[in-house]
């Protein structure tokens, strides 16, 4: 089933359609079908997210410092005051 409606297109977008339809061979109704049934079903996908790589970076042990007691690294990366 279609509906015939009007629809204001600005110039530039007229002529991508034109263009669009004699590149496929088309007719300007059915390129214009396709290229909003594509916009459409593009805005229902989700955006594709890039994996996210980490690396790790030996940073060493420092002298001094517990690393088992939790407290004593917060007080050194934080200072005495730290809550």
């Given amino acids: 089933m279609s509906i015939r409606t009007t629809v204001a297109l600005d110039e530039d ?24 049934r594509a916009a459409l079903l593009q805005q229902e ?7 996210l790589k980490i690396r790790p970076i030996h ?8 690393y088992d007691n939790v407290e004593s690294l917060l007080k050194y990366a934080e200072g005495e005051l730290h809550r």
């Avoid at 004699?22 to 214009?32: N, P």
């Fill in 13 to 36: 977008v007229i002529e991508r359609v034109k263009r669009e339809s004699r590149s496929r061979g088309v007719s300007f109704r059915d390129t214009l079908n396709d290229l909003l």
């Fill in 59 to 66: 940073m060493g042990i420092r002298a001094g410092l517990e």
């Fill in 45 to 51: 996908k989700p955006p594709r997210r890039r994996a």
